[in-house]
């Protein structure tokens, strides 16, 4: 499939930028606009799927010996993948917004793929977010996944700012640089310049939601959620801003941002007046400072709880989609409490008899030939919560909610709840969203 053919062109928005610039936060924003739509999660689909695969293929010689490279001319390659990927983004617009004008994809790692995306969808547009590199390498090494020095902080936010901005440049009008401190300092004329370069109107009821998304907390570090720009004044020493600047002190300079301060006696640490103000509350309340300390720890534990719990979830969903019902009880403690609601006609069990009751009914449905056309999830550290609907192949529709308690690596508790849809009239709109039929397990972390 070339780029002319495709029912996606000029559709695709590729959203990067290194982690923790705020990449998250710039897709809420867009697509906060109702002729948006987004994908749900990062896809890695260039950095760790396409690019690695280009691997396997050489274009010179048919009759190559090679080992481990098949022939096939670049460009047949590249029509390949752009039917692949397609496909991929049709499966969300078509479940979610089949109207909408454009859909987003948002994977940090695509910074420095940007050549390959080029290459695979030369009509899509490119929109790279960078912020202050020491912001980001704070915000990194708090993170639990994040590198653990100072200096692989840099050293990562330098390359996804070299290597993004590189080819950046090739793009012209499809490429859009974004500071994540011009954004935040005044959202409604970054916003309105990113709509704008976008060709997409903003009526007051559109620029209201957007403001709102534009000034809402979400993915923050746990260990401090306030919206900062300048934290990374307060909690970094002077050692690790000589470290960051020594290896991506350039980058800093050329995007504007202020090297800073020298300490006057570089054998001394360089404090701020908030971070000398915080170290004299530290010594007047020593036991408030600890339990500081110790929450910050507990956030980030948290965070990984969250993450682990949305897994298991996740892996029992897929086992189930996948009929491999002997992994799926794996998942299931022994002793699970399973409360099933099918249209008002309510079981409600424990152990190896509630499970084999949980895994025929979700069985059934799935054998009825599922064509899923909405879902959404909610997790918690400790419990996550799923909302699907879909079709059968005999034409009904339902409702599905999935919620799931979290004890260590097994699910300890799940409710299901089944309901059919009534049939939605020619003249009426589908429906897109379950109703909420389970108290939900908390809010979303990606």
Same mark, same amino acid.
């Given at each position: 499939?070339?780029?002319?053919?495709?029912?996606?062109?000029?559709?695709?928005?590729?959203?990067?930028?290194?982690?923790?610039?705020?990449?998250?936060?710039?897709?809420?924003?867009?697509?906060?606009?109702?002729?948006?739509?987004?994908?749900?999660?990062?896809?890695?689909?260039?950095?760790?799927?396409?690019?690695?695969?280009?691997?396997?293929?050489?274009?010179?010689?048919?009759?190559?010996?090679?080992?481990?490279?098949?022939?096939?001319?670049?460009?047949?390659?590249?029509?390949?993948?752009?039917?692949?990927?397609?496909?991929?983004?049709?499966?969300?617009?078509?479940?979610?917004?089949?109207?909408?004008?454009?859909?987003?994809?948002?994977?940090?790692?695509?910074?420095?793929?940007?050549?390959?995306?080029?290459?695979?969808?030369? *009509?899509?547009?490119?929109?790279?977010?960078?912020?202050?590199? &020491?912001?980001?390498?704070?915000?990194?090494?708090?993170?639990?996944?994040?590198?653990?020095?100072?200096?692989? %902080?840099?050293?990562?936010?330098?390359?996804?700012?070299?290597?993004?901005? =590189?080819?950046?440049?090739?793009?012209?009008? &499809?490429?859009?640089?974004?500071?994540?401190?011009?954004? #935040?300092?005044?959202?409604?004329?970054?916003?309105?310049?990113?709509?704008?370069?976008?060709?997409?109107?903003?009526?007051?009821?559109?620029?209201?939601?957007?403001? #709102?998304?534009?000034?809402?907390?979400?993915?923050?570090?746990?260990?401090?959620?306030?919206?900062?720009?300048?934290?990374?004044?307060?909690?970094?020493?002077?050692?690790?801003?000589?470290?960051?600047?020594?290896?991506?002190?350039?980058?800093? *300079?050329?995007?504007?941002?202020?090297?800073?301060?020298?300490?006057?006696?570089?054998?001394?640490?360089?404090?701020?007046?908030?971070?000398?103000?915080? #170290?004299?509350?530290?010594?007047?309340?020593?036991?408030?400072?600890?339990?500081?300390?110790?929450?910050?720890? &507990? %956030?980030?534990?948290?965070?990984?709880?969250?993450?682990?719990?949305?897994?298991?979830?996740?892996?029992?969903?897929?086992?189930?989609? *996948?009929?491999?019902?002997?992994?799926?009880?794996?998942?299931?403690?022994?002793?699970?409490?399973?409360?099933?609601?099918?249209?008002?006609?309510?079981?409600?069990?424990?152990?190896?008899?509630?499970?084999?009751?949980?895994?025929?009914?979700?069985?059934?449905?799935?054998?009825?030939?599922?064509?899923?056309?909405?879902?959404?999830?909610?997790?918690? +550290?400790?419990?996550?919560?799923?909302?699907?609907?879909?079709?059968?192949?005999?034409?009904?529709?339902?409702?599905?909610?999935?919620?799931?308690?979290?004890? =260590?690596?097994?699910?300890?508790?799940?409710?299901?709840?089944?309901?059919?849809?009534?049939?939605?009239?020619?003249?009426?709109?589908?429906?897109?969203? +379950?109703?909420?039929?389970?108290?939900?397990?908390?809010? =979303?972390?990606?």
């Amino acid at each position: 499939m070339s780029p002319v053919d495709s029912p996606l062109r000029d559709r695709v928005i590729f959203v990067v930028g290194a982690r923790r610039s705020g990449t998250t936060w710039l897709e809420r924003i867009l697509t906060a606009h109702p002729e948006v739509v987004g994908v749900p999660t990062e896809t890695y689909i260039f950095s760790h799927g396409i690019e690695p695969l280009t691997e396997r293929f050489q274009h010179a010689n048919p009759s190559s010996p090679t080992t481990g490279r098949a022939f096939l001319p670049r460009a047949a390659f590249v029509d390949a993948m752009r039917h692949v990927v397609d496909r991929v983004f049709l499966e969300t617009l078509e479940r979610t917004t089949p109207d909408a004008r454009y859909i987003v994809e948002r994977t940090p790692w695509h910074a420095s793929h940007i050549p390959l995306i080029a290459e695979v969808y030369p *009509d899509a547009r490119v929109i790279n977010i960078m912020r202050d590199g &020491r912001a980001v390498a704070r915000s990194l090494v708090s993170m639990p996944w994040g590198p653990d020095t100072i200096a692989e %902080a840099a050293a990562e936010w330098r390359d996804a700012v070299n290597d993004a901005r =590189g080819a950046g440049a090739a793009l012209g009008d &499809r490429y859009l640089e974004v500071l994540y401190e011009k954004l #935040l300092r005044d959202p409604r004329q970054g916003t309105g310049e990113i709509f704008a370069w976008l060709g997409l109107d903003l009526p007051d009821e559109t620029w209201e939601r957007i403001l #709102l998304e534009a000034g809402a907390e979400f993915n923050v570090d746990p260990a401090d959620p306030a919206i900062r720009s300048d934290k990374w004044r307060d909690q970094l020493s002077s050692s690790e801003l000589r470290a960051f600047e020594r290896i991506a002190g350039e980058q800093l *300079d050329k995007l504007g941002y202020p090297r800073a301060a020298p300490a006057k006696d570089p054998r001394l640490p360089t404090l701020s007046r908030d971070r000398v103000r915080s #170290l004299a509350r530290t010594l007047r309340r020593p036991r408030r400072a600890a339990r500081a300390t110790g929450g910050r720890s &507990r %956030a980030r534990l948290m965070h990984a709880k969250q993450i682990a719990a949305h897994e298991l979830a996740e892996t029992f969903e897929r086992c189930v989609a *996948d009929a491999n019902d002997a992994a799926a009880r794996e998942l299931l403690g022994a002793r699970v409490r399973v409360r099933i609601d099918e249209g008002g006609r309510r079981r409600d069990n424990r152990g190896p008899a509630a499970i084999d009751d949980l895994l025929g009914t979700l069985a059934r449905h799935r054998e009825g030939g599922i064509h899923l056309l909405s879902g959404q999830v909610l997790a918690s +550290p400790f419990a996550v919560t799923t909302m699907a609907t879909y079709e059968l192949a005999d034409g009904t529709r339902w409702a599905r909610t999935l919620a799931y308690k979290i004890r =260590g690596t097994r699910l300890s508790d799940v409710g299901l709840y089944l309901y059919e849809l009534a049939p939605v009239a020619s003249d009426e709109p589908p429906v897109e969203e +379950p109703p909420v039929v389970a108290p939900q397990a908390g809010d =979303g972390y990606m």
